[in-house]
């Protein structure tokens, strides 16, 4: 049987965007989020952007995985 291998990329960057609060997926298929990096929340934020931007890229994930296997899986009965 075959295993399935999950992969996950987490990168900061500083940026001059402006911060925004939904998670956006860009070209390349990713997700990210821009927040603001104020000193006295900057963990909170951080962490709270994180789980945020994470719980939308999985789900769009999964969707798309279980979409690709049930196609394969399909044309493999044919």
Do not use: C, W
Not at 28 to 37: A, C, K
Not at 39 to 54: F, G, H, P, T, V
């Amino acid at each position: 049987m075959q295993n399935t291998k999950i992969k996950i990329k987490i990168e900061f960057e500083d940026t001059l965007e402006d911060a925004n609060s939904t998670p956006l997926k860009i070209a390349d298929g990713n997700f990210e989020i821009i927040f603001s990096q104020d000193k006295k929340n900057l963990i909170d934020r951080s962490e709270q952007a994180l789980l945020q931007a994470n719980s939308v890229a999985i789900r769009d994930v999964i969707s798309n995985y279980l979409s690709e296997l049930s196609k394969k899986k399909h044309r493999n009965r044919q």
